[in-house]
């Protein structure tokens, strides 16, 4: 398996441009999250998704942000207009539901700078 | 609510020493817990988790940590550092399995000198 893929590995963009972050889930795989890091607030939710249907974006940080997945095998995580303060590196994670036995796998993340 | 708190941002130790990586927990609820690693540039890797039954947990590269539910405590150790352990630890906890989001504790970075 190809595991998780994220595209684009890095974006640098200039502050008030739109920013689309791409992630494949691994096939089969049936919860989607995108998680953002960042050195003051760690590892923190942004929103996930079940069977395509978002569960929870309250981790959202404003409406500048906005996530969608057309399908179970593609999710778009967009920023506009993008900010210097989301400067980041932002992952997308799959899971399958096995009765709660299970783990989320990570992808490589994209880091984001925003100038 | 589920929080993780990770002590020591920084942890060194000498090649071949004993590796322990400290991790509380807060939940609600009987928690199901993880241990992450980071490489440079790279995503996030599941070294183990507890979720139910034997409270000692066993993970790839040699790590292994104990569940102790009195003390709220889930910490990571490794009897002998190898240099290739050199990474950022991530302590998570989740109310109900893998399916729900993780709340991490902020990283400790592990240095391994030679």
């Known amino acids: 398996d190809a595991g998780v893929i994220q595209s684009p590995r890095h974006e640098v963009t200039e502050m008030g441009q739109e920013v689309t972050l791409r992630c494949k889930p691994i096939s089969g795989h049936d919860y989607l999250f995108w998680y953002r890091q960042t050195m003051m607030r760690g590892l923190e939710l942004l929103i996930y998704f079940n069977n395509n249907v978002p569960i929870d974006d309250s981790g959202m940080p404003e409406d500048r942000f906005s996530a969608k997945m057309p399908n179970a095998s593609f999710s778009t995580l967009k920023i506009q207009p993008s900010e210097p303060r989301d400067s980041a590196v932002y992952f997308c994670?799959?899971?399958?539901?096995?009765?709660?036995?299970?783990?989320?796998?990570f992808g490589p993340g994209t880091r984001l700078t925003v100038l | 609510a589920q929080s993780v708190t990770q002590l020591g941002s920084h942890v060194s130790v000498s090649e071949g020493a004993l590796v322990l990586l400290r991790c509380n927990y807060s939940s609600s609820v009987p928690p199901y817990l993880f241990w992450y690693v980071q490489y440079p540039n790279q995503g996030l890797q599941l070294l183990l988790k507890?979720?139910?039954?034997?409270?000692l947990v066993k993970g790839i590269n040699g790590f292994e940590a104990e569940f102790k539910k009195s003390e709220t405590s889930f910490h990571l150790t490794k009897p002998s550092a190898h240099m290739s352990d050199a990474a950022e630890y991530f302590c998570a906890v989740t109310p109900w399995g893998g399916n729900t989001p993780l709340v991490f504790g902020k990283g400790t970075r592990l240095s391994v000198i030679a």
């Open positions: 507890y979720t139910t039954g034997a409270t």
């Open positions: 994670a799959s899971s399958l539901w096995e009765g709660g036995d299970n783990e989320q796998f």
